[in-house]
């Protein structure tokens, strides 16, 4: 009776329609709200804990260093905003459409992926915040995946390495295509990943920059993925794999930008 | 028998799993989410009954797989089969004993990962690759540590909220033979 129950049961949920195991993962799921909201809760109170224990010098010299580089990214926005009207300008000319800039959603991640079959992790936006699929996630530093999953008060991302996280990449300084592949281990372990470039190319070198392409249709062009560590040749020649060393850490993800358009 | 250890198992269950999602630097540290699961099945194959352990089966692969980027229902099976086949052949295993409970965590901390990884390469998205790896072997010593554990702290919570089975002596008062030397 027991064995019949369950193996009925496992097989129905298997072969659930998207939608309706969407649905269940959402109600299940919503058991571990709770254990989220205190585990923010816990993880706020050590923060101001320990902001608490700052100095009044450190605080100072924080708030300097904060002053000099907000100064020298207003500088930097100021340029860049004229270059984007000269941009803008350009592509009137010569009849493209504008490229329209993305608005950023600051988002805190409050899990990471507890298989180790998968490369995710969850943050606390959702649905009622603007939350919707495909979209890139980002930090500071460079990309971190999309969006694959979503509820109304939390997402789950695809991070960088992840089947369900294909990346159409560029080498910035040789202009060659390729493809991110997915990693080998669910953690993002020394923090490299592979890229197979379209063609044999030999000009790519280490300490290249790797940019995503902006085909594909889901991560916008130019956002920084890495650095190239190592290449080979594959394929008796045919292609060249380029190992990447990503921009941002996935081992340290505690907030990251949702890019929404 | 009390509820409470039931609800206890289960709550340890909810608790494991979203421990996983949590201590990253543990999870960078190990190159893979630590998973007690398997060793909580073989305490409930091995101290309750068939249907405890489907119904601890179903919660904890549905928990697991709500919040992860598994294909629903999964993990069920895994950890029902492995449960299954040890509370089949519990009269054959050395219970108290804490080397079988090492063996058995040991072997259910291998066992569920490549049942999983089976059924998740029958669908449509494959999943990563050196699974059969480092985090095997991470399933393994950290189920192995964890079973007997929880059996010990099981079992003392259990003897806390369960009722002691009352020893009648033979001896009786009534029936004492006095010997004197009148």
């Keep these: 009776m027991a064995v019949g129950t369950v193996v009925v049961l496992a097989l129905v949920l298997l072969n659930l329609p998207a939608g309706a195991a969407g649905r269940v993962k959402l109600a299940v799921g919503s058991l571990f709200l709770p254990l989220f909201g205190l585990a923010g809760a816990g993880q706020s109170f ?6 608490s224990l700052l100095t009044r010098d450190t605080l100072i010299a ?8 907000n100064g020298d990214l207003s500088i930097t926005a100021a340029q860049a905003r004229d270059l984007l009207g000269e941009n803008n300008r350009l592509r009137a000319a010569l009849g493209w459409t504008n490229r329209v800039p993305w608005k950023t959603r600051l988002t805190r991640v409050i899990a990471r992926e507890p298989s180790s079959f998968w490369r995710g992790a969850t943050v606390d936006f959702g649905t009622t ?3 919707r699929l495909q979209l890139p996630v980002v930090t500071r530093d460079g990309l971190v995946g999309r969006i694959r999953a979503v509820a109304p008060s939390q997402s789950q991302i695809a991070l960088i390495g992840d089947p369900e996280c294909g990346v159409s990449v560029i080498v910035a ?8 592949q997915e990693a080998r281990s669910a953690t993002a372990g020394d923090g490299t990943v592979t890229i197979r470039l379209l063609q044999n190319s030999p000009a790519v070198l280490a300490g290249h920059h790797v940019l995503t392409s902006g085909l594909g249709g889901v991560f916008p062009r130019g956002i920084t993925v890495g650095e190239i560590v190592d290449t080979r040749q594959v394929e008796g020649g045919l292609y060249t794999e380029a190992r990447v060393r990503l921009a941002a850490n996935l081992n340290r993800l505690e907030e990251v930008f949702i890019l929404m358009p | 028998m009390s509820r409470i250890p039931l609800l206890l198992l289960f709550l340890t269950a909810w608790l494991a799993v979203f421990g996983q999602t949590q201590f990253a630097p543990v999870v960078w540290w190990t190159g893979t989410p630590l998973c007690v ?3 909580l099945t073989i305490y409930a194959a091995l101290s ?5 352990v489907a119904g601890f089966s179903i919660f904890a692969g549905l928990a697991l797989d709500s ?4 294909r629903l229902g999964v993990s069920i099976l895994p950890l029902f089969l492995c449960g299954f086949v040890t509370h089949a052949r519990q009269h054959l295993i050395l219970r108290d004993q804490a080397y079988a409970r090492f063996w058995l965590g040991l072997g259910a901390g291998v066992a569920v990962p490549l049942l999983t990884r089976l059924l998740l390469s029958l669908g449509q998205r494959s999943p990563l690759g050196d699974v059969f790896g480092s985090s095997i072997a991470v399933s393994a010593i950290v189920n192995a540590l964890a079973c007997p554990l929880l059996f010990l702290g099981f079992d003392r919570f259990r003897e806390v909220f369960e009722y002691k089975p009352m020893i009648e002596s033979s001896f009786r008062q009534d029936r004492q033979l006095k010997r004197s030397r009148r």
């Design chain 2, 37 to 39: 699961l398997p060793a």
């Design chain 1, 129 to 131: 915040d603007g939350a």
């Design chain 2, 67 to 70: 919040i992860s980027a598994n």
């Design chain 1, 46 to 51: 050590v923060d101001r804990a320990s902001f």
């Design chain 2, 48 to 52: 309750h009954p068939l249907g405890v």
């Design chain 1, 62 to 69: 924080e708030m300097e260093r904060l002053r000099k580089e």
């Design chain 1, 173 to 180: 300084e040789t202009r060659d295509l390729g493809i991110l």
